[in-house]
Each structure stands twice: as structure tokens, then as C-alpha cells.
């Protein structure tokens, strides 16, 4: 058996979300431009030899064999045809159902660690087409840079954009992404915008006002937050996102969190912090 130091699963935000119409089988058409910070879940890999999967601790409410973990760990056992296995401890740390794509991103740190630490030798296109099985923003935190994304997320195109600070709060309640997108009242004529990365201004996203209604926790937490910093919510909720120029005004702002909710500090990054680990 061999050990490995921890590999990061970054958080992501959705810096926008624009939804630009909906399409025949139901799927949205978008725009939405993804960042990383350096906050992230951590991952511990023991390599076997007896091809045996183990995820610990257990997740409640999600069976061992449904957890993204496990399911990109035998995706890539699949495809490879690798006689190893993982003994595999998950230190987590992101929220779940918050909007900052802690299982998305704990499923490509898997595929991409175990790919290295198995030495099956799969190049990156090919990890991200077997993450997008496993759910749609899997890909970006594959690849590790900074995206836009266009049509239903899955066409991705690098950009550098500002690396700020990041105060993130996490309301005490699970957004449903799946109500969101359903919801009647959800804007989805947003105009499609050429180069959005170059145009912060137009910044702004479609499901935070749907969101906000729906869930006043996140509506009180964004009211709270905006007080500090220009403000916005990632994905479908429910965290909701400051921008800071220094980490220290930051800082000072979650000193001031009300109790009833969590909150951190992390760094935009445009290079994910898995892409960083997989360089050293």
C-alpha cells in the first residue's frame, strides 16, 4: 500500500449565470463564467492492489456506491482497466447544496489524482468526458482553469480574470437546482454577450432573484453581505459571495457574521488548486 498527501477539491463560483433561453429536451441555455478559491475539501488516497473502492467517512443521506467519489474512482478503473483500488478518506469541507460544487469537484479530484497516483496515463480531454458522465460541472474542475462556459456548461473556454478576495457565506438551507431551473418565474432571455469575461459590469446572475424569494435565508444573508462588498449569489444558491480588494477587509467582515450562519475567506484563483498539486 502506498500513501498520498491530501489532494484538494476546490470551491467554485459562478462569477455570472445568464440564462439565455431553454431548449426542446428541457436543457437551459447559458452563459456563466466559473473561478476557483483556494478553500477547499480535502482528499487522502491509500493505493491497493485488490481493486476494491473504499470511501470513509460515510456521507448521510448518500450510499457508498452513489457517492460521486466512488463513482469516478470504478468509472476510471473501467475505462483503464486498472487491477488497483483506493482506499480513499474525505475531509469535507464545502457545504453541500450551497452552490459551490463540492461534489462536482470531489469527483474530478478523484478522477485526476487516481489517474497520476495509478499511473493510467488518461490525458485530460478524456478525465473530463468521463466526469461529464458524472455530472455536468465535473469537466471544469478537471481541467483547473478559469472558464467561460456556453450552451447547457459544456462548452468551456479559459480566461484570466481578476483574482480578488472572496468572503463566502453559506445560509443554513439547500437550494433545490432542480426547482430553480423549473420555476416559472426564472429569467431565461438574457442576451447573449460576446467576450462577458472582459465586461464585470454586465456581471450578474438569472437565478438569484428566483432564489432569493423562494429561500429568504439567502435573500437576509445577501442583504447582510452587500453592506460590505459588491455581492452576488454562485450557481443556484444558497452561499452568496463578497468581493474584497485585500484579504484583511475581508477579514473584518466575517468577524462580523451573525451566528446563524458559516462563513470563509478564500482567494480567487484562476489556476484551480488541484492543477497546482498535480504540478509539483
Request: with cysteine; net charge negative; aromatic share 6%.
Amino acid at each position: 500500500m502506498s500513501s498520498s498527501a491530501a489532494w484538494p477539491a476546490p470551491a467554485k463560483l459562478n462569477l455570472c449565470l445568464h440564462i439565455n433561453g431553454r431548449r426542446p429536451d428541457g436543457y437551459h441555455e447559458l452563459q456563466t463564467l466559473f473561478q476557483f478559491v483556494d478553500f477547499a475539501d480535502q482528499l487522502h488516497f491509500d493505493i491497493t492492489d485488490d481493486g476494491v473502492i473504499a470511501l470513509t467517512p460515510a456521507i448521510p443521506g448518500v450510499a457508498h456506491d452513489d457517492n460521486l467519489i466512488v463513482r469516478a474512482a470504478r468509472r476510471l478503473q473501467a475505462h483503464t482497466g486498472t487491477h488497483k483500488g483506493a482506499r480513499i478518506h474525505l475531509d469535507k469541507r464545502l457545504p453541500m447544496g450551497g452552490g459551490l460544487g463540492g461534489g462536482s469537484s470531489d469527483a474530478a479530484t478523484t478522477l485526476v489524482a487516481l489517474n497520476h497516483l495509478w499511473n493510467t496515463g488518461v490525458d485530460e480531454d478524456t478525465l473530463a468526458d468521463l466526469g461529464l458522465a458524472l455530472g455536468a460541472d465535473v469537466p471544469v474542475f478537471v481541467r483547473g482553469r478559469a472558464a467561460m462556459a456556453d450552451g447547457v456548461g459544456e462548452k468551456l473556454r479559459p480566461v484570466n480574470v481578476e483574482e480578488p478576495w472572496y468572503l463566502v457565506v453559506v445560509p443554513d438551507v439547500e437550494v433545490s437546482t432542480a426547482e430553480v431551473f423549473g420555476h416559472p418565474d426564472l429569467t431565461r432571455d438574457s442576451a447573449k454577450i460576446t467576450a462577458l469575461e472582459t465586461q464585470p459590469e454586465r456581471w450578474h446572475n438569472d437565478c438569484q432573484a428566483v432564489v432569493c424569494k423562494a429561500y429568504p435565508q439567502v435573500a437576509k444573508a445577501l442583504s447582510w453581505l452587500v453592506e460590505y462588498a459588491p455581492s452576488k449569489m454562485t450557481g443556484t444558491g444558497s452561499c452568496v459571495f463578497g468581493r474584497f480588494d485585500e484579504q484583511h477587509q475581508a477579514q473584518a467582515a466575517l468577524e462580523q457574521l451573525p451566528t446563524e450562519w458559516q462563513g470563509f475567506v478564500a482567494r480567487g484563483c484562476n489556476l484551480s488548486p488541484l492543477q497546482a498539486k498535480l504540478g509539483q
